[in-house]
């Protein structure tokens, strides 16, 4: 079946370090691949997402490429701020659903 | 505008009891979902609505869960003879049609005592 294994949380850095959480997926058909924020007390919003091979997707100084080689969609960002403290998930659709498969979650706590 | 607003924010009911939670989605939103999210796991999918019916109800557990949308609007998850293991948040989003970005509410957090 469909499946989402990202990175083991929580993450802890510092403000400006090198962010990266690592995703990778197992899907049936040809997947679109996004990535969700949870802010402390909101709902799930959708950060980037990139929807065939080798699309990267970006918002917010956070990127995403989409490796179908290595079935993987990592999320990266080059200089957190502590704005950024909130739980990450990657998550899947396969063509033809449109249901969401998430990952467990990584908590990113961002310390000044 | 409003955003996807579901009621109650927390719901305490006792082992047997049937419950209803209620999901209020973007206005002109036809496409709505349904997502359960037990402590420490990501969202799971429980069933999606285009419009008044339900295009896929293939991740509801067992028949003591349905969900309707009677108008194409508001929605209601509905469990009957709770179970402990029901204890989670349920997860309302709703887009504009198929194929376009899900808004999630904050979501109802059930625990069955």
């Known amino acids: 079946g469909d499946s989402v294994t990202q990175m083991e949380g929580p993450v802890t850095l510092s403000e400006e370090a090198f962010l990266t959480i690592n995703c990778t997926y197992t899907?049936?058909?040809?997947?679109?691949l996004f990535w969700y924020v949870q802010y402390p007390g909101e709902g799930l919003q959708l950060l980037l997402k990139?929807?065939?091979?080798?699309d990267k997707g970006s918002n917010k100084g956070f990127e995403a490429t989409y490796r179908k080689e290595t079935t993987s969609f990592h999320l990266e960002k080059g200089s957190v701020q502590v704005s950024d403290s909130a739980v990450y998930f990657c998550a899947l659709s396969v063509e033809g659903s449109e249901k969401l498969v998430f990952g467990k979650g990584t908590k990113l706590t961002v310390n000044p | 505008g409003a955003g996807v607003s579901q009621t109650p924010s927390n719901k305490v009911t006792e082992k047997g009891k049937y419950v209803e939670l209620r999901c209020d989605p973007i206005?002109?939103?036809?496409?709505l979902y349904w997502y359960r999210q037990s402590l420490g796991q990501g969202p799971e999918f429980l069933i999606y609505?285009?419009?008044?019916?339900?295009?896929?109800d293939s991740g509801l557990p067992n028949d003591r869960f349905f969900a309707v949308r009677p108008e194409g609007s508001v929605s209601t998850l509905k469990i009957q003879r709770t179970e402990r293991g029901d204890s989670a948040v349920y997860l309302c989003a709703s887009s504009r049609d198929m194929n376009t970005e899900a808004f999630f509410g904050q979501g109802t957090r059930l625990t069955v005592v």
């Open positions: 609505f285009q419009g008044t019916g339900a295009a896929d």
């Open positions: 990139a929807t065939k091979a080798d």
């Open positions: 899907a049936t058909g040809y997947p679109s």
């Open positions: 206005s002109g939103h036809t496409a």
